[in-house]
């Protein structure tokens, strides 16, 4: 019930188009969904989050839509460049069950952009 | 955000000895976390450690594996003990900034540990 399944493991993407990422989870409790992008070699960098109440975050080109009824979030990156190939990490998290606000990562998607 | 430096950002130790790894913060953080990343994997949490309590250990990580201090609000270390090549991995720590609710966590560039 704690587990985040992120969806795809790899996405091959062309300069200019839209790339799509999905994670779904379980557990009602959790009230915090973040994305990460990851280069290699460096540590996560928290790059847009959304909590329960809105069902869409946008920042520049980077776009959360959250669909609480569905358990379901994703992560949209519009006019997708060379300089977003990284690895992006869904996560969720929350209070619950003695947790002190963990957050709970997905297994995450190897995103690669080609000019 | 938070400025988060580790030290050291990789090393090579041989099998049985012990490593230890400094996470220091730019500001007073409550709640800090350790986790660890295998090659090409997703992150998972080793503990929690709140300054002033002891670390709270995830299932499958225990405290004579894996000592933490956290000294005050802007200090904390981890130990990986009587390593073995298993113990390969990235080790990251992360802090929660946002005060109240949860769970806005900043990661360090974390550390790349080889056992041999």
């Known amino acids: 019930q704690q587990q985040v399944k992120q969806s795809p493991q790899s996405l091959i993407v062309q300069k200019g188009g839209i790339s799509i990422i999905n994670c779904a989870y379980e557990?009602?409790?959790?009230?915090?969904f973040p994305w990460y992008q990851q280069f290699p070699g460096k540590g996560p960098a928290l790059l847009i989050a959304i909590r329960p109440d809105v069902s869409e975050k946008k920042e520049g080109r980077f776009t959360i839509s959250f669909n609480k009824s569905a358990k379901q979030f994703s992560l949209h990156i519009m006019d997708s460049q060379p300089g977003d190939s990284a690895t992006y990490f869904c996560a969720a998290g929350g209070h619950y069950g003695g947790s002190q606000g963990n957050l709970i990562f997905g297994k995450g998607t190897k995103l690669s952009v080609k000019p | 955000s938070a400025v988060i430096s580790q030290k050291p950002s990789r090393d090579i130790c041989q099998r049985g000895t012990s490593l230890t790894i400094q996470c220091q913060v730019d500001s007073q953080v409550t709640m800090m976390f350790w986790y660890r990343q295998q090659p090409g994997q997703s992150l998972t949490l080793i503990a929690t450690a709140n300054q002033g309590s002891e670390a709270t250990y995830e299932s499958g990580f225990v405290i004579d594996k894996f000592p933490i201090s956290r000294p005050n609000l802007t200090f904390s270390t981890l130990t990986v003990s009587n390593m073995s090549p298993e113990d390969s991995s990235i080790y990251l720590c992360?802090?929660?900034?946002?005060?109240?609710?949860?769970?806005?966590?900043?990661f360090g560039p974390g550390t790349r540990l080889t056992v041999t």
């Open positions: 992360s802090v929660d900034v946002a005060g109240q609710g949860c769970c806005e966590q900043y």
């Open positions: 557990n009602t409790a959790f009230d915090y």
